[in-house]
């Protein structure tokens, strides 16, 4: 029977898996990158996807025929270049 938990030796393309409270915790051992759901799997279709963006495999600037497509002017951005506050660096 395998277990799991949020410490001990650490083994290639490992992920920890492990209850506190009501929500799992995910973790992928290697970038450190570590998610919550409230089931196992919701858990670790949240580590994909947040591993997907660690590793920059998605997400991406719009280009602006997308913006325009929702009805954004990108010529009227007026915060230039400046990274939102929000977006940790």
Same mark, same amino acid.
């Given at each position: 029977? /395998? ?9 290639? /393309?490992?992920?920890?898996? !492990?209850?506190?409270?009501? !929500? !799992?915790?995910?973790? #992928? ?15 670790? +279709?949240?580590? #994909? +996807? /947040?591993? /997907? ?9 719009? %280009?602006? #025929? ?7 002017? &990108? %010529? ?8 939102? &506050? +929000?977006?940790?660096?």
């Amino acid at each position: 029977m /395998a277990s799991s938990s949020s410490n001990g030796p650490v083994h290639e /393309a490992e992920i920890r898996l !492990w209850p506190e409270e009501e !929500w !799992w915790i995910a973790k #992928d051992v290697e970038t450190g990158v570590t998610t919550q759901g409230s089931s196992r799997r919701i858990a670790l +279709d949240n580590l #994909d +996807d /947040a591993v /997907a963006l660690h590793d920059g495999d998605r997400g991406r600037k719009p %280009t602006d #025929d997308e913006l325009r497509e929702l009805g954004i002017d &990108p %010529t009227a951005n007026e915060t230039g270049n400046q990274t939102p &506050p +929000d977006v940790l660096e």
